[in-house]
């Protein structure tokens, strides 16, 4: 197929052997079922840190941003009455603490969690696929030598791509295990120190050491969970009902404006059937970008901000009432 093709000039096999790549190549990363939509919906909107940073939220030992500041956490405040001073020395502990956790998973899905498609491209992720022109032509020609036509020819090349994804994704899983968890867990070990040397306070030094042993089983589980989103799976999402879909992408718009205090109520009637899984990635920049981020930004100034869901079932049609 190549060699009937490639009859114009010297480097002709050369020449369509990279186009015939790069649109396969093209289609197998940024189509809609493309790996491209498959990574972005692990770090985009947030979700990465998400996931490395909810049991720290919850266990009160990470602080949210506003603008470019920590903003103090009101917990062990008030929890344990706190002097000025013991205040002062928590904060700039869990500040700094903060700070190197959201640096480290910041430079981890820049350097690590990102595709790379020509030598030109500033993107440094190990989603490399920037292949030596003639070690293409020659794979190429392997391929198109045990073929009988385009359909098996174009498979050939997938599972050539699925070959170069394969080796990706484990050197992904171990920068998770050998690099991501190490350094986590080292600024763990870091705020623990800065923990033990607030004195004064036998009840709060206990319970501060009880959430950092909490943080560190919590984060090994969670760890173990992102490692596993970088295998090789038959399917990529799983199938949905609207109203966990609405509260996932809440939650993750909420991460985005945190210095408003949201609160959201739901009273849905259960769709009987869920939404097919092709339609997450669509469904959620819809609830995302167009829906939830704007109820966030322009909605009346109260504190907290009430959102009202709700929905009733008229006709075999399922009607949702938003306020």
């Given at each position: 197929?190549?060699d ?45 840190e ?10 009160n ?21 706190l ?22 998973i ?16 500033e ?28 359909e ?8 050539y ?62 760890l173990?969970?992102?490692e ?35 609160r ?18 669509s469904m ?14 322009y ?25």
């Amino acid at each position: 197929m190549i060699d009937d093709i490639a009859t114009y000039s010297n480097n002709a096999i050369e020449e369509v052997a990279l186009q015939i790549f790069n649109v396969i190549r093209l289609a197998f990363l940024k189509s809609r079922f493309g790996l491209g939509t498959y990574l972005s919906t692990r770090i985009r909107h947030g979700v990465f840190e998400g996931e490395l940073r909810s049991d720290l939220e919850r266990l009160n030992l990470i602080l949210s941003q506003s603008g470019q500041q920590y903003m103090p956490s009101d917990y062990w405040r008030v929890e344990y009455s706190l002097d000025s001073e013991m205040r002062k020395n928590l904060y700039n502990a869990q500040a700094k603490f903060s700070d190197n956790i959201d640096t480290l998973i910041s430079s981890f899905k820049d350097s690590v969690i990102q595709i790379r498609v020509d030598e030109y491209d500033e993107k440094k992720g190990e989603f490399d696929y920037t292949i030596d022109t003639k070690e293409l032509c020659d794979r190429l020609m392997e391929i198109e030598s045990k073929t009988h036509d385009r359909e098996s020819f174009c498979k050939g090349v997938i599972a050539y791509l699925w070959e170069i994804t394969e080796a990706r994704l484990e050197i992904t899983r171990a920068r998770i295990s050998k690099e991501l968890k190490p350094g986590i867990f080292n600024h763990l070990q870091t705020l623990e120190q800065c923990f033990d040397s607030l004195s004064g306070h036998d009840t709060l030094s206990a319970d501060l050491k009880t959430a950092i042993n909490n943080a560190r089983a919590a984060l090994t589980n969670k760890l173990t969970k992102v490692e596993n989103w970088f295998y090789r799976q038959e399917t990529k999402f799983e199938e949905f009902d609207i109203e966990s879909h609405i509260r996932m992408t809440m939650e993750q718009a909420a991460r985005y404006y945190q210095d408003i205090p949201v609160r959201m109520d739901m009273n849905t009637v259960s769709l009987p059937t869920q939404i097919r899984s092709e339609y997450s990635s669509s469904m959620f920049d819809l609830f995302f970008y167009i829906f939830l981020t704007n109820m966030l930004r322009y909605s009346k100034n109260t504190n907290p901000r009430i959102f009202q869901i709700s929905s009733q079932m008229m006709d075999e049609d399922i009607i949702k009432k938003y306020r």
